[in-house]
Structure formats: C-alpha cells, structure tokens
C-alpha cells in the first residue's frame, strides 16, 4: 500500500471518528435536557427539537391567497381545455373544500371566461356549493349562449331547493326556468328547468 494511500485512509477514519463523536455528544445532550424537562418536551426523531427546528405556522397573507386562486384558476381552465379529468377532479375537490376562497373566482369564470366548457364546468361546481347567494347569477347564466351553461345554471337553481333559504331565493328565477322549459332550443337545458321548477314549485 503506497503512502499516500495510507494518509487518506487515515484521514478518512479520523473524519469519521470525529463524526460519530459529534454525534453521540449531540445524542448524549440531548438526552439529557430531556431527562430534565421530562417525557412531554417537545422531540423531533426521538431527540430534543430546538426552537429553530421546531416548524412555525403563519396564515396566509391576502396577496398569497390572491396568487395562489390564480394558479389554481389557470390549472382548471387548462385542464378543461385539455379534458385532463383527473386534474380537473382534483381541483373540484380543492374547490368544494375551501369554498369561500374560490367562489369569487369561479363566478367570474361562470360569466367571463371565453371558453363554454370552462364556463359550464365552473357554473357546476357552484352549483354544488347550494349557496343562496348565487340564485341571482344562476339566473343570469340562464340567458347564455352555451347550452352547456344554461343547462348547469338551471341545475343550480334546482340545486337550491335543499334549504329553504335557497328554495326562496331561486323562486325569484321560475319565471326565466319556465321559460327554459318551453322555449329553450337545446333538450337538456328543456330537462334541466324542467327537473329544477320541480323542486322548486
């Protein structure tokens, strides 16, 4: 064995006693303050956790909402576009988790977005929200040109009916839901007014 060779089996052996040292020290003190603050300290692994590795929570400032609704925002209408359903699902679940933090966003995408398909699919899942507050755009989406729309936003009034307070507040619309069911040109919005003044009347 040569003697270079030598010098870097030694320095290697002596980088690892060192390091298992430095381990068995940190082992042995951290033993110790647990020992001294009992069972119910805080531990990490086994071993005592200092502040500083202890993760903190901090709520969300506005601006970080804001960015992240608009991410989640642009996925849905990708994968829409895309008819990537997994995705998709996976974000109707995220919006149907936290609706207060996405209706804002998903009512303007019902009245806004360019696309007909991210329209009705937004218009859906509000209308598995039954939020009475949403009878009034509901409504208005009944006059879109989408059939695909009119047909979600006349399923979302039916939708209402599951409380009183939204069965009052979607009556307001039976007037535009009756016509729908007489005049409308597509046959499944004709079949969605249809099964919503049903439950509404």
Known sequence: ML????RWIAAG??????????????H???GQAMRLRGAGGPTLRGLEASPSDTPTWKP?????????VE?????WRQAILAKDGELVMKL?????????????????SAKSETDERVRAFSTRVLG????????????????????????NAAWGLGELAAQEEGRVAARRA????????AKDPAAEVRMAAKGALARLE
């Open 128 to 151: 598995k929200l039954k939020s009475p507050a949403l009878a009034a755009l509901f409504e208005q989406l009944l006059a879109d040109k989408s059939q695909f729309v009119r047909q």
């Open 71 to 75: 991410k989640s925002m642009t996925a």
């Open 92 to 108: 109707d679940r995220a919006f149907m988790s936290s609706p207060d933090r996405y209706r804002a966003a998903l009512e303007i």
């Open 13 to 26: 052996l002596l980088v690892a006693v060192t390091g298992a040292g430095v381990l068995l020290f940190r």
């Open 3 to 6: 003697k270079g060779d030598k």
């Open 60 to 68: 969300e400032t506005p601006e970080e909402i804001a960015a992240e």
């Open 174 to 181: 039976v007037a535009e839901l009756r016509h729908a069911r």
């Open 28 to 30: 042995h003190r951290a």
